[in-house]
């Protein structure tokens, strides 16, 4: 018989390096099996989530390493977020507790920018934020009534920004975070945010604990005085903003701390109730005199009627008026002092008087004595007679 014709070979020859899935003429028996185990990994990974998966009702970045899940109405952090995640944002929603392990730091290892505001978180609770990498914490705009000291755990956080812009309305939250920071978890806090929050005075000793401070902002709240505030020890602090507040004078302790702070180089005092007397003269020299505070030539008296509008750094002793002293508690006990002394003088000298007259006072004394016997003694003859009828008539025909 003739051979083939060499087309009809080729024809039927496979490309090299291929593999025909599938039934048909010439397909080797078990070859479908084969196929679909090497297909399966890859339609399983193009169809599947990412790694990790993403909660149903947040948006997930494996790339950027961000989840967001805003405005959503969550009523708790969602149980499944990914590992991978470093910066968080959780706002707009309905949250009221954040319980321990709302953030497992097993499963969140990486978890650096935490964004928790515009929820109505009241409760924080201890160990609810003890994760090994957060560094960026944002409570803005949560109603909180109650603070754990213990919230980021036991030891030490790395945490260095703390956000709570209106968020610590309730007097008790404000001590739970004076205790937090007095306890020294957060001593790598750079950033702290306090602004918008409606203060009137801060806790004794509150940022003695926070060595690595460089920015706070006590902005927008009533602050009246800063005499219980101490700066010391915060060393690197750069900035200080404690602009809309109350503040009507910065006495001597105060601008003493803030000459001893090296790094302090931006200082904000607009918007406040500067009250320009006597009490002020030692803060408008150390205004004229400093390189501290930002905008200075922009503030300006607000009261009496007649410094109105005045600017600070055009004060000076003749408008003040600075003749009688501003201290009136010291006069007044100074003035308290001399009355006593007065006092004391007139007794002595009274006692002395009395002393040197007593012989005579103690003649007096008997002459007295003896004139109100016999005036007794006549009142109680009368009664006698008057008391006893015979008496009586006898008296009246004796008089007959």
């Known amino acids: 018989s003739r051979p083939p014709p060499r087309s009809a070979a080729r024809s039927r020859r496979r490309p090299e390096g291929k593999v025909a899935c599938g039934a048909g003429p010439g397909a080797m028996p078990g070859r479908g099996a084969l196929c679909l185990g090497l297909l399966l990994p890859v339609l399983l990974g193009c169809g599947s989530a990412q790694p990790g998966g993403c909660p149903a009702l947040c948006e997930c970045s494996e790339p950027a390493k961000t989840v967001k899940c805003v405005n959503r109405n969550l009523t708790a952090v969602p149980p499944d977020l990914p590992p991978y995640v470093r910066s968080l944002f959780i706002t707009g929603n309905s949250l009221t507790d954040l319980p321990a392990g709302a953030f497992p730091a097993q499963r969140l290892p990486d978890l650096a920018s935490l964004n928790l505001s515009g929820n109505h978180l009241r409760t924080v609770e201890a160990g609810s934020l003890a994760l090994p990498a957060l560094r960026q914490l944002d409570l803005s705009g949560n109603a909180l009534v109650s603070f754990s000291p213990q919230a980021f755990g036991e030891g030490g956080s790395p945490l260095e920004e703390l956000a709570l812009r209106g968020a610590l309305r309730d007097h008790g939250v404000l001590l739970s975070l004076a205790a937090l920071l007095q306890s020294g978890v957060l001593r790598n806090l750079s950033r702290l945010e306090l602004a918008d929050n409606g203060l009137l005075l801060l806790p004794a000793g509150m940022f003695t ?3 690595a401070l460089r ?3 006590l902005s927008n709240n009533s602050l ?14 750069q900035s200080l903003n404690l602009s809309d507040n109350s503040l009507s004078v910065l006495w001597n302790s105060t601008l003493a701390q ?15 109730t500067w009250v320009c007397d006597c009490a002020i003269e030692d803060m408008v020299a150390w205004l004229k005199e400093s390189d501290q505070v930002e905008g200075k030539e922009a503030l300006t008296c607000v009261s009496p009627d007649k410094m109105l509008g005045k600017a600070l750094l055009k004060v ?5 008026n600075c003749s009688m002293p501003t201290d009136l508690p010291s006069q007044l006990q100074t003035s308290y002092v001399f009355l006593g002394i007065v006092l004391a003088l007139i007794g002595a000298i009274f006692l002395l008087v009395l002393y040197l007259n007593r012989k005579g006072i103690k003649k007096w004394m008997h002459n007295i004595r003896d004139a109100c016997r016999d005036h007794m003694e006549g009142y109680h003859y009368r009664y006698e007679i008057n008391a006893d009828p015979r008496l009586t008539n006898l008296s009246s025909n004796s008089d007959v």
């Open 209 to 211: 604990a926070l060595p």
């Open 215 to 217: 920015q706070l902002d």
């Open 224 to 237: 009246v005085g800063l005499r219980n505030v101490s700066f010391q020890g915060l060393g690197q602090l």
């Open 258 to 272: 803030f000459r001893s702070l090296p790094a302090l180089r931006h200082i904000v005092l607009r918007h406040n």
């Open 316 to 320: 000076n002793g003749s408008d003040l």
